[in-house]
């Protein structure tokens, strides 16, 4: 799927919903909708998908490109003592966010989308750069590469931002209604939005059986669109269901904490999120 058909399909739950409001903004409709003024809080959990991409692996004893590299999430097996337990609340891949309305309609917000993110653990990709041969004597992939296509396992290397592919970032985001009950009291809407924000990978990073666990740390920023469903049920309750489109430009991984290795990388990814949230304060009225 191009950019151009990813584009449309984001924006178009938006174009859909803001038609019927045009049938829909009269005097009647009021209700649920009426949000101006009033902050809200949601967590959820996601699934993400990645295009491949190139990573730049420099240290003092190697300087190579890999390329064509594909990787995927990490999700968390259910269980009630990792989903329901506060204390290992950062093990699934989460959402969470805070945000205000500042009209009905309009609203801006911040929060954290815990991704995961690994290099699939067997796969053909090409490298271009130089290994030491004498730093590391003996291993399978040293020496000087111009576009060679390698085997990628796990015994050459394991490269994975497994504590996180964090991404906290900032949103603006236009709801629309779709349909409302006749009471006022339940209705659904569909959603869309833009942010910008920050990567905070921890990353972890295997090279030639030497494992590293690195720090957090913010390693570059990112931008991303956003669009959805939401249902909302009186004034303080709602479900949504989601997909973002986004772009990360990692310009300074940390591959080990102490040394000067570093990784450069730029991830595209579409993820998708379910939610659950809360409403807080009351509605303003109208002038």
């Known amino acids: 799927m191009n950019l151009r058909s990813l584009l449309i399909l984001f924006l178009m739950p938006f174009y859909v919903s803001a038609q019927k409001w045009n049938f829909l903004k009269d005097d009647n409709w009021r209700g649920v909708e009426e949000r101006k003024g009033q902050a809200y809080v949601y967590w959820g959990y996601n699934r993400a998908s990645y295009l491949k991409s190139y990573i730049h692996f420099k240290s003092t004893n190697y300087d190579f490109v890999l390329k064509n590299a594909s990787a995927t999430d990490m999700p968390s097996a259910f269980e009630p003592d990792?989903?329901?337990?506060?204390?290992?609340?950062?093990?699934?891949?989460?959402?969470?966010?805070?945000?205000?309305?500042?009209?009905?309609q309009?609203?801006?917000?911040?929060?954290?989308?815990?991704?995961?993110?690994?290099?699939?653990?067997?796969?053909?990709?090409?490298?271009d750069g130089y290994i030491d041969s004498t730093a590391y004597a003996g291993q399978a992939y040293t020496g000087e590469f111009h576009d060679q296509t390698i085997l990628y396992t796990?015994?050459?290397?394991d490269f994975h931002h497994s504590n996180g592919?964090?991404?906290?970032?900032?949103?603006?985001?236009?709801?629309?209604?779709?349909?409302?009950?006749?009471?006022?009291?339940?209705?659904?809407?569909?959603?869309?939005?833009?942010?910008l924000g920050i990567f905070l990978p921890w990353t972890e990073f295997t090279f030639y059986g030497e494992r590293h666990l690195n720090w957090l740390h913010?390693?570059?920023?990112?931008?991303?669109?956003?669009?959805?469903?939401?249902?909302e049920a009186g004034k303080h309750f709602f479900a949504q269901i989601g997909a973002q489109f986004g772009r990360s430009f990692l310009g300074d991984i940390l591959l080990e904490d102490e040394g000067a290795?570093?990784?450069?990388?730029?991830?595209?990814?579409?993820?998708?999120?379910?939610?659950?949230?809360?409403?807080?304060?009351?509605?303003?009225?109208?002038?």
């Open 82 to 104: 990792v989903y329901f337990n506060f204390k290992n609340f950062s093990i699934p891949q989460f959402n969470a966010r805070v945000g205000y309305f500042l009209t009905d």
């Open 106 to 127: 309009l609203s801006v917000s911040i929060g954290w989308d815990h991704m995961k993110y690994r290099l699939t653990p067997t796969q053909s990709v090409v490298i």
């Open 154 to 157: 796990t015994d050459f290397m």
């Open 165 to 195: 592919f964090n991404f906290v970032r900032a949103t603006m985001e236009y709801r629309a209604p779709v349909w409302k009950n006749k009471k006022g009291t339940v209705g659904l809407y569909s959603w869309c939005g833009a942010s």
């Open 218 to 231: 913010v390693a570059g920023w990112g931008a991303s669109i956003s669009s959805g469903v939401k249902l």
């Open 261 to 287: 290795a570093r990784a450069q990388q730029s991830i595209t990814f579409l993820e998708r999120s379910w939610s659950v949230g809360m409403y807080i304060g009351e509605w303003k009225k109208r002038n």
